[in-house]
Protein backbone atom coordinates (compact mmCIF):
# COMPACT_ATOMS: atom_id res chain seq x y z
CA UNK A 1 0.00 0.00 0.00
CA UNK A 2 1.31 3.64 -1.23
CA UNK A 3 0.07 6.20 1.59
CA UNK A 4 0.30 9.70 0.72
CA UNK A 5 0.08 11.50 4.40
CA UNK A 6 -1.82 15.14 4.73
CA UNK A 7 1.32 17.01 4.18
CA UNK A 8 1.95 15.65 0.80
CA UNK A 9 -1.23 15.99 -0.63
CA UNK A 10 -1.25 19.61 0.79
CA UNK A 11 1.91 20.36 -1.04
CA UNK A 12 0.66 18.62 -4.30
CA UNK A 13 -2.80 19.04 -4.53
CA UNK A 14 -3.60 22.00 -2.21
CA UNK A 15 -1.13 24.83 -2.19
CA UNK A 16 -3.80 27.31 -2.97
CA UNK A 17 -4.87 27.33 0.65
CA UNK A 18 -1.22 28.51 1.63
CA UNK A 19 -0.75 31.74 -0.81
CA UNK A 20 -0.38 34.46 1.08
CA UNK A 21 -0.67 33.25 4.50
CA UNK A 22 1.18 33.49 7.44
CA UNK A 23 1.62 30.39 8.65
CA UNK A 24 2.18 29.03 12.24
CA UNK A 25 3.30 25.38 12.20
CA UNK A 26 2.65 23.25 15.48
CA UNK A 27 4.68 19.98 14.76
CA UNK A 28 7.82 17.92 15.85
CA UNK A 29 10.21 15.25 13.88
CA UNK A 30 7.19 13.44 12.51
CA UNK A 31 5.81 15.97 10.43
CA UNK A 32 7.83 14.62 7.58
CA UNK A 33 6.87 14.43 4.03
CA UNK A 34 7.03 10.85 2.18
CA UNK A 35 10.55 11.27 1.40
CA UNK A 36 11.16 12.58 4.70
CA UNK A 37 11.69 16.27 4.70
CA UNK A 38 10.65 18.11 7.68
CA UNK A 39 7.29 20.27 6.98
CA UNK A 40 9.37 22.92 8.51
CA UNK A 41 11.88 23.06 5.37
CA UNK A 42 9.09 22.20 2.92
CA UNK A 43 6.54 25.14 4.10
CA UNK A 44 9.51 27.52 4.05
CA UNK A 45 10.30 27.07 1.00
CA UNK A 46 7.14 27.41 -0.65
CA UNK A 47 7.58 31.13 -2.26
CA UNK A 48 3.98 32.61 -1.22
CA UNK A 49 3.60 31.47 1.94
CA UNK A 50 5.72 32.54 5.25
CA UNK A 51 6.18 30.04 7.90
CA UNK A 52 6.10 33.02 10.70
CA UNK A 53 6.00 30.58 14.05
CA UNK A 54 6.62 27.17 15.32
CA UNK A 55 4.47 25.48 17.81
CA UNK A 56 6.48 22.38 19.94
CA UNK A 57 4.47 19.60 21.89
CA UNK A 58 5.80 17.85 24.76
CA UNK A 59 9.41 16.40 23.81
CA UNK A 60 9.61 19.90 21.81
CA UNK A 61 9.91 20.67 18.18
CA UNK A 62 12.81 18.82 17.67
CA UNK A 63 12.19 15.39 19.54
CA UNK A 64 15.12 15.39 22.09
CA UNK A 65 13.37 16.51 25.51
CA UNK A 66 12.50 13.57 27.61
CA UNK A 67 9.12 12.72 28.99
CA UNK A 68 7.31 14.58 32.00
CA UNK A 69 9.42 17.59 31.59
CA UNK A 70 8.58 20.87 30.76
CA UNK A 71 9.67 22.51 27.29
CA UNK A 72 10.88 25.98 27.21
CA UNK A 73 9.69 28.79 24.06
CA UNK A 74 12.74 30.62 22.25
CA UNK A 75 14.09 30.49 19.09
CA UNK A 76 14.53 27.42 16.70
CA UNK A 77 18.39 26.94 16.31
CA UNK A 78 18.25 25.79 12.76
CA UNK A 79 15.83 28.44 11.10
CA UNK A 80 15.98 31.61 13.87
CA UNK A 81 11.86 31.24 13.90
CA UNK A 82 10.00 31.64 17.40
CA UNK A 83 9.22 28.17 19.17
CA UNK A 84 6.51 28.71 21.43
CA UNK A 85 6.26 25.80 24.06
CA UNK A 86 2.75 23.67 24.77
CA UNK A 87 4.40 21.30 26.72
CA UNK A 88 4.86 23.12 30.48
CA UNK A 89 2.78 26.01 32.19
CA UNK A 90 0.86 26.77 28.81
CA UNK A 91 -1.10 24.10 27.12
CA UNK A 92 -3.11 26.28 25.18
CA UNK A 93 -1.19 29.02 22.43
CA UNK A 94 -2.41 32.54 23.46
CA UNK A 95 -2.87 35.58 21.68
CA UNK A 96 0.41 36.45 21.91
CA UNK A 97 1.40 33.65 20.70
CA UNK A 98 -0.72 33.49 17.67
CA UNK A 99 -0.79 37.46 17.25
CA UNK A 100 1.34 36.88 13.90
CA UNK A 101 -0.54 34.17 12.46
CA UNK A 102 -3.42 33.77 9.87
CA UNK A 103 -3.52 30.31 9.03
CA UNK A 104 -2.28 27.60 11.62
CA UNK A 105 -1.16 24.23 10.73
CA UNK A 106 -1.09 20.90 12.57
CA UNK A 107 0.85 17.77 11.49
CA UNK A 108 1.62 15.08 14.21
CA UNK A 109 2.28 11.71 13.94
CA UNK A 110 -0.05 9.93 17.53
CA UNK A 111 0.19 6.40 18.16
CA UNK A 112 -3.37 5.18 19.13
CA UNK A 113 -3.82 5.48 22.68
CA UNK A 114 -5.58 8.43 24.58
CA UNK A 115 -2.74 9.39 27.12
CA UNK A 116 -0.51 10.08 24.47
CA UNK A 117 -0.03 14.13 24.38
CA UNK A 118 -0.22 14.95 21.45
CA UNK A 119 -4.24 14.47 20.90
CA UNK A 120 -4.18 17.26 23.77
CA UNK A 121 -2.10 19.40 22.21
CA UNK A 122 -4.55 19.12 19.35
CA UNK A 123 -7.48 19.71 21.08
CA UNK A 124 -6.14 22.97 22.73
CA UNK A 125 -5.04 24.26 19.53
CA UNK A 126 -8.42 23.77 18.31
CA UNK A 127 -10.09 25.69 21.27
CA UNK A 128 -7.52 28.18 20.49
CA UNK A 129 -7.82 28.66 16.81
CA UNK A 130 -11.85 29.18 17.29
CA UNK A 131 -11.16 32.23 19.98
CA UNK A 132 -8.94 33.86 17.79
CA UNK A 133 -11.42 33.17 14.62
CA UNK A 134 -8.20 31.74 12.74
CA UNK A 135 -8.64 29.20 10.51
CA UNK A 136 -6.74 25.50 11.30
CA UNK A 137 -5.52 22.76 8.53
CA UNK A 138 -4.72 19.08 10.13
CA UNK A 139 -2.77 16.97 8.16
CA UNK A 140 -3.61 13.75 8.43
CA UNK A 141 -1.88 10.51 9.27
CA UNK A 142 -2.47 6.62 10.22
CA UNK A 143 -3.10 5.36 13.06
CA UNK A 144 -0.51 3.24 13.77
CA UNK A 145 -2.83 0.32 15.33
CA UNK A 146 -5.25 0.77 12.51
CA UNK A 147 -9.21 2.30 12.25
CA UNK A 148 -10.55 -0.29 13.83
CA UNK A 149 -10.21 -1.75 17.07
CA UNK A 150 -10.85 -0.12 20.18
CA UNK A 151 -10.50 -1.06 23.48
CA UNK A 152 -10.54 0.62 27.11
CA UNK A 153 -12.69 2.58 29.62
CA UNK A 154 -13.94 6.09 28.55
CA UNK A 155 -13.12 8.44 30.16
CA UNK A 156 -14.53 9.97 32.89
CA UNK A 157 -14.57 13.69 32.74
CA UNK A 158 -14.26 14.25 36.19
CA UNK A 159 -10.62 12.37 35.82
CA UNK A 160 -9.96 14.67 32.91
CA UNK A 161 -6.29 15.69 32.78
CA UNK A 162 -3.20 16.22 30.25
CA UNK A 163 -2.99 12.60 29.65
CA UNK A 164 -7.01 12.51 28.81
CA UNK A 165 -9.25 15.45 27.92
CA UNK A 166 -12.24 14.27 26.48
CA UNK A 167 -14.60 10.96 26.46
CA UNK A 168 -12.68 8.59 24.37
CA UNK A 169 -11.30 4.86 25.36
CA UNK A 170 -7.64 4.36 25.60
CA UNK A 171 -7.61 2.68 21.85
CA UNK A 172 -9.97 5.09 19.79
CA UNK A 173 -9.53 3.94 16.07
CA UNK A 174 -9.38 7.31 14.85
CA UNK A 175 -6.86 8.90 13.10
CA UNK A 176 -5.36 12.66 14.04
CA UNK A 177 -8.52 14.54 11.99
CA UNK A 178 -11.31 12.11 12.77
CA UNK A 179 -10.00 13.02 15.95
CA UNK A 180 -9.37 16.66 15.37
CA UNK A 181 -13.44 16.35 13.58
CA UNK A 182 -14.76 14.87 17.08
CA UNK A 183 -13.11 17.53 19.43
CA UNK A 184 -14.49 19.98 17.15
CA UNK A 185 -17.89 19.36 17.95
CA UNK A 186 -17.18 21.33 20.95
CA UNK A 187 -14.88 23.63 19.64
CA UNK A 188 -15.94 24.87 16.86
CA UNK A 189 -13.25 26.13 14.81
CA UNK A 190 -12.65 26.95 11.48
CA UNK A 191 -11.30 23.44 10.63
CA UNK A 192 -10.02 21.65 7.30
CA UNK A 193 -8.79 18.23 7.48
CA UNK A 194 -6.45 17.52 4.67
CA UNK A 195 -7.10 13.52 4.54
CA UNK A 196 -4.24 11.08 3.44
CA UNK A 197 -4.45 9.19 0.10
CA UNK A 198 -4.20 5.45 0.03
CA UNK A 199 -4.88 4.71 3.95
CA UNK A 200 -7.48 2.47 4.55
CA UNK A 201 -8.98 1.42 8.21
CA UNK A 202 -7.89 -2.09 8.66
CA UNK A 203 -4.40 -0.53 7.87
CA UNK A 204 -1.62 -1.12 10.60
CA UNK A 205 1.60 1.50 10.33
CA UNK A 206 3.71 -1.29 8.33
CA UNK A 207 1.70 -1.29 5.68
CA UNK A 208 1.27 1.92 4.65
CA UNK A 209 5.07 2.16 3.01
CA UNK A 210 5.63 5.12 5.30
CA UNK A 211 8.60 5.69 7.53
CA UNK A 212 8.78 5.16 10.98
CA UNK A 213 9.77 8.55 12.52
CA UNK A 214 10.11 7.90 15.74
CA UNK A 215 6.81 9.91 17.41
CA UNK A 216 8.57 10.38 20.74
CA UNK A 217 11.94 9.17 22.67
CA UNK A 218 10.74 6.09 23.80
CA UNK A 219 8.54 5.20 21.19
CA UNK A 220 11.32 3.96 19.00
CA UNK A 221 9.17 0.89 16.87
CA UNK A 222 5.91 0.35 15.65
CA UNK A 223 6.32 -2.61 18.05
CA UNK A 224 6.56 -0.23 20.84
CA UNK A 225 3.06 1.41 20.07
CA UNK A 226 1.49 -1.90 19.85
CA UNK A 227 1.89 -2.48 23.51
CA UNK A 228 1.50 1.19 24.75
CA UNK A 229 -1.87 1.14 25.48
CA UNK A 230 -1.39 -1.63 28.18
CA UNK A 231 2.23 -1.32 29.27
CA UNK A 232 2.07 2.67 30.00
CA UNK A 233 -0.78 1.91 32.75
CA UNK A 234 2.54 1.32 34.79
CA UNK A 235 3.96 4.51 34.60
CA UNK A 236 0.81 5.04 37.59
CA UNK A 237 2.88 1.95 39.62
CA UNK A 238 5.88 1.59 41.12
CA UNK A 239 6.73 -1.08 38.52
CA UNK A 240 9.20 0.38 35.55
CA UNK A 241 8.03 0.31 32.27
CA UNK A 242 10.58 -0.23 30.62
CA UNK A 243 12.20 3.79 30.50
CA UNK A 244 15.78 3.56 30.26
CA UNK A 245 16.21 0.53 27.91
CA UNK A 246 16.74 -0.53 24.40
CA UNK A 247 12.57 -1.88 25.10
CA UNK A 248 10.16 0.55 26.63
CA UNK A 249 7.09 -0.33 27.14
CA UNK A 250 7.87 -4.00 26.00
CA UNK A 251 9.68 -4.98 29.09
CA UNK A 252 7.68 -4.28 32.63
CA UNK A 253 9.35 -5.49 36.01
CA UNK A 254 10.79 -4.10 39.15
CA UNK A 255 14.01 -5.56 41.08
CA UNK A 256 11.88 -7.47 43.45
CA UNK A 257 10.22 -9.18 40.71
CA UNK A 258 10.91 -13.18 39.81
CA UNK A 259 10.82 -13.10 36.15
CA UNK A 260 10.58 -16.92 35.63
CA UNK A 261 7.84 -16.89 38.47
CA UNK A 262 5.48 -13.59 36.84
CA UNK A 263 6.25 -15.39 32.98
CA UNK A 264 4.71 -18.60 33.68
CA UNK A 265 1.68 -16.78 35.68
CA UNK A 266 1.15 -14.46 32.60
CA UNK A 267 1.55 -17.67 29.90
CA UNK A 268 -1.02 -19.66 31.99
CA UNK A 269 -3.42 -17.13 31.23
CA UNK A 270 -2.99 -18.39 27.27
CA UNK A 271 -4.20 -14.45 26.56
CA UNK A 272 -4.72 -13.92 22.79
CA UNK A 273 -1.93 -12.95 20.62
CA UNK A 274 1.13 -12.69 23.00
CA UNK A 275 3.50 -14.39 24.95
CA UNK A 276 5.49 -13.57 28.05
CA UNK A 277 8.90 -14.08 28.39
CA UNK A 278 11.52 -13.44 31.71
CA UNK A 279 13.62 -10.72 31.15
CA UNK A 280 16.32 -8.97 33.55
CA UNK A 281 17.52 -5.81 32.68
CA UNK A 282 18.90 -2.68 34.05
CA UNK A 283 17.29 1.28 33.60
CA UNK A 284 19.97 3.73 32.59
CA UNK A 285 17.53 6.21 34.06
CA UNK A 286 13.82 6.61 35.12
CA UNK A 287 12.51 3.99 37.69
CA UNK A 288 15.13 1.71 39.09
CA UNK A 289 17.88 3.69 37.19
CA UNK A 290 21.06 1.29 37.76
CA UNK A 291 18.98 -1.56 39.49
CA UNK A 292 18.51 -5.19 38.20
CA UNK A 293 15.04 -5.75 37.47
CA UNK A 294 13.54 -9.07 36.96
CA UNK A 295 10.06 -8.70 34.73
CA UNK A 296 8.80 -10.13 31.23
CA UNK A 297 8.65 -8.97 27.68
CA UNK A 298 5.49 -8.94 26.19
CA UNK A 299 6.12 -10.90 22.50
CA UNK A 300 2.80 -10.15 20.30
CA UNK A 301 2.40 -13.09 18.18
CA UNK A 302 -0.66 -12.13 16.34
CA UNK A 303 -1.67 -8.27 16.51
CA UNK A 304 -5.37 -8.79 15.06
CA UNK A 305 -6.32 -10.97 18.25
CA UNK A 306 -3.35 -9.09 20.65
CA UNK A 307 -5.80 -6.85 23.21
CA UNK A 308 -2.88 -4.59 25.15
CA UNK A 309 -5.39 -3.31 27.99
CA UNK A 310 -6.63 -6.09 28.54
CA UNK A 311 -2.73 -7.97 28.61
CA UNK A 312 -1.69 -5.22 31.10
CA UNK A 313 -4.68 -5.37 33.52
CA UNK A 314 -4.06 -9.29 33.77
CA UNK A 315 -0.21 -8.11 34.47
CA UNK A 316 -1.29 -5.86 36.94
CA UNK A 317 -3.62 -8.28 38.63
CA UNK A 318 -1.06 -10.62 39.01
CA UNK A 319 1.37 -8.53 39.77
CA UNK A 320 -0.28 -6.88 42.40
CA UNK A 321 -1.23 -11.05 44.40
CA UNK A 322 2.08 -11.97 43.51
CA UNK A 323 4.13 -9.13 45.32
CA UNK A 324 1.03 -7.74 47.73
CA UNK A 325 3.86 -5.80 49.85
CA UNK A 326 5.82 -4.23 47.24
CA UNK A 327 3.44 -3.31 44.70
CA UNK A 328 1.71 0.20 44.82
CA UNK A 329 0.03 2.76 43.29
CA UNK A 330 1.92 6.01 42.46
CA UNK A 331 0.73 9.19 42.96
CA UNK A 332 0.51 12.56 40.03
CA UNK A 333 2.92 14.76 39.36
CA UNK A 334 -0.71 17.45 39.15
CA UNK A 335 -1.71 19.45 42.49
CA UNK A 336 -4.83 18.02 43.52
CA UNK A 337 -5.37 15.37 40.80
CA UNK A 338 -6.31 12.15 41.57
CA UNK A 339 -3.47 9.15 41.68
CA UNK A 340 -1.64 8.85 38.13
CA UNK A 341 -3.18 5.51 37.17
CA UNK A 342 -6.20 6.90 37.41
CA UNK A 343 -5.57 9.34 34.97
CA UNK A 344 -4.48 7.35 32.84
CA UNK A 345 -7.47 4.57 33.10
CA UNK A 346 -9.76 8.01 32.79
CA UNK A 347 -11.25 6.73 35.73
CA UNK A 348 -10.97 5.10 39.35
CA UNK A 349 -13.36 2.34 38.86
CA UNK A 350 -10.55 -0.18 36.85
CA UNK A 351 -8.06 0.29 39.86
CA UNK A 352 -10.71 -0.37 42.36
CA UNK A 353 -11.77 -2.81 40.86
CA UNK A 354 -8.31 -4.77 40.59
CA UNK A 355 -7.78 -4.22 44.52
CA UNK A 356 -11.02 -5.71 45.15
CA UNK A 357 -9.80 -8.55 43.27
CA UNK A 358 -12.62 -9.07 40.40
CA UNK A 359 -11.91 -11.22 37.71
CA UNK A 360 -10.03 -9.24 34.70
CA UNK A 361 -12.81 -10.76 32.32
CA UNK A 362 -15.24 -8.89 34.45
CA UNK A 363 -13.35 -6.15 34.31
CA UNK A 364 -13.44 -6.14 30.67
CA UNK A 365 -16.90 -6.26 30.49
CA UNK A 366 -17.56 -3.81 32.34
CA UNK A 367 -16.50 -1.12 29.54
CA UNK A 368 -18.38 -2.50 26.40
CA UNK A 369 -21.43 -0.04 26.87
CA UNK A 370 -19.56 2.40 26.45
CA UNK A 371 -17.35 1.05 24.03
CA UNK A 372 -20.87 0.23 22.07
CA UNK A 373 -21.59 3.53 21.82
CA UNK A 374 -18.53 5.02 21.16
CA UNK A 375 -18.23 2.74 18.01
CA UNK A 376 -21.77 4.18 16.68
CA UNK A 377 -20.40 8.08 17.41
CA UNK A 378 -17.02 7.20 15.92
CA UNK A 379 -18.96 5.80 12.67
CA UNK A 380 -20.08 9.14 11.74
CA UNK A 381 -16.70 10.58 11.86
CA UNK A 382 -14.79 8.56 9.32
CA UNK A 383 -12.93 9.46 6.36
CA UNK A 384 -11.65 6.57 5.14
Partial sequence: MRT?????????????????????????????TRDLRSDIDALRSLPRTELVALF???????????????????????????VHSLYGPQKRPTGEMLSDVDLLIYDMQDVGARFY?????????????????????????????????????????????????????????????ELATLFNQTAKANLTVIPMEGWRRPAWYDRTGLAWVLPSPNMPTLDTAIVYPGTCLFEGTNLSEGRGTTKPFEFVGAPWVEAEDLAEALNRRRLPGVAFRPVYFTPTYSKFSGQQCGGVQLHVLDRALFRPVEAGLYLLSILSHMYPNRFSWLSTSWEGKPPHFDLLMGTDTIRRQLEAGVPVPEIVESWQIGLKAFQEKRAGLFFY
Fill in 4 to 32: LAGIDVLLTRKQDLLVGRRVGLFTNPTGV
Fill in 117 to 177: TYLWTLYHVLFAAAERGLEIIVLDRPNPLGGELVEGPMLDPAFASFVGEYPIPIRYGLTAG
Fill in 56 to 82: GPEHGIRGNVQDGIAVASGLDRRTGLP
